[in-house]
Nanobody
Framework: QVQLVESGGGSVQAGGSLRLSCAAS????????MAWFRQAPGKEREVIVV??????SYADSVKGRFTASRDNVERTLYLQMNTLKPEDTAMYYC??????????????????????WGQGTQVTVSS
């Protein structure tokens, strides 16, 4: 059972930056597909970036502002978030699964594509 722990959330003003981290409990996570999702109050959980071995896909809403990276030695997936907007306010979740397709397919499948989830970290952006 893979355990994921997110950190790095907080409150920032619009235009600011945050870096989220997702630490995995197992070293074989490097073979897994991983992703960042977010869920704002009253809205569905949406995928914002999927990171597979060899491809990465971003949602249009974050493209050019958010960058995902993975450190397999540290067993950590990162999300660098720049030029934050109030509409980025949400709970951010890390997810992983061993059954991987290309990042575009994983993005289309959304929540159903991932079995392992962290508990989330809150990001609040004020105007």
């Amino acid at each position: 059972q893979v355990q994921l722990v997110e950190s790095g959330g907080g409150s920032v003003q619009a235009g600011g930056s945050l870096r989220l981290s997702c630490a995995a409990s197992e070293s074989f996570i490097k073979y897994y597909c991983m992703a960042w999702f977010r869920q704002a109050p009253g809205k569905e959980r949406e995928v914002i970036v999927v990171d597979t071995v060899g491809s990465r896909s971003y949602a249009d809403s974050v493209k050019g502002r958010f960058t995902a990276s993975r450190d397999n030695v540290e067993r950590t997936l990162y999300l660098q978030m720049n030029t934050l907007k109030p509409e980025d306010t949400a709970m951010y979740y890390c997810a992983a699964d061993s059954l991987c397709y290309d990042s575009a397919t994983m993005s289309r499948r959304g929540r159903a594509a991932f079995r392992y989830w962290g508990q989330g970290t809150q990001v609040t952006v004020s105007s």
